[in-house]
């Protein structure tokens, strides 16, 4: 059971930000000497390579051995698993920039802008 394991907290905050930097490292940056870079161009537009494109995908694989060393219970190693994914995108949330959305202006009514002809 989950909660029998004294430090499972710690092994669960420890998943969830190895799952994380893991993730954030195969899919947003280029690594040491471009190794990981290198490596998405190579995979191209296969299975693999789309997977790296998709931070919440990828995720979920990386997230699958670090649920299996949270707990070996199987219906709980699922349920882990799902969660450290699901915080690993939520830690990828936080560090992204705030978007911004405004409103667009309302059209000008009966009005002529001079880009459309009115007479043929």
Do not use: Y
């Amino acid at each position: 059971m989950i909660g029998e394991d004294g430090d499972f907290w710690l092994k669960l905050t420890i998943a969830i930000l190895a799952t994380w930097r893991l993730t954030h490292l195969l899919a947003r940056e280029d690594g040491p000497a471009d190794l990981i870079a290198r490596m998405r161009l190579g995979l191209g537009n296969g299975v693999l390579g789309r997977m790296l494109d998709c931070f919440q995908c990828l995720s979920l694989w990386m997230a699958a051995p670090a649920a299996l060393w949270v707990t070996t219970q199987p219906l709980d190693a699922c349920l882990v698993w799902l969660a450290v994914s699901g915080a690993a995108c939520l830690c990828e949330r936080i560090g992204e920039p705030e978007i911004v959305m405004q409103p667009l202006p309302e059209p000008n009514q009966g009005e002529e802008d001079g880009m459309l002809r009115t007479k043929t």
